[in-house]
């Protein structure tokens, strides 16, 4: 059975810089592609940034590009999101999650494995 914990978040002010963590147990990620997702109070969860397997590719939504560095440790087992220059409208509830595929998708509903969530609130 997959787990995967959230670590890294917490309270920050506008430009400031967090480094979010994922640690997976239960199954070897490696071949799997792994993705950062993230929701506000009162909205959809939404995509943020994904990772093929192995490291190959990566996307990022529009909102983050520049900001936020996906990647992961294989040998590790863990995901890490890098994020810089965060702005208010980045405050959400970010999870990690997978799906045992080579594919990368955007859609949560794509996604089998989720961590629990951890919270990221940027001041202004």
């Known amino acids: 059975q997959v787990q995967l914990v959230e670590s890294g978040g917490g309270l920050v002010q506008a430009g400031g810089s967090l480094r979010l963590s994922c640690a997976a147990s239960g199954r070897t990620l490696s071949s799997d592609s792994m993705a950062w997702f993230r929701q506000a109070p009162g909205k959809e969860r939404e995509f943020v940034a994904g990772?093929?397997?192995?490291?190959?590719?990566?996307r990022y939504a529009d909102s983050v590009k520049g900001r936020f560095t996906i990647s992961r440790d294989n040998a590790k087992n863990t995901l890490t999101l890098q994020m810089n220059n965060l702005k208010p409208e980045d405050t959400a509830v970010y999870y990690c999650a997978g799906r045992p595929y080579r594919v990368l998708y955007t859609a949560p509903s794509e996604y089998q494995y989720w961590g629990q969530g951890t919270q990221v609130t940027v001041s202004s």
């Open positions: 990772i093929s397997n192995f490291g190959g590719s990566t």
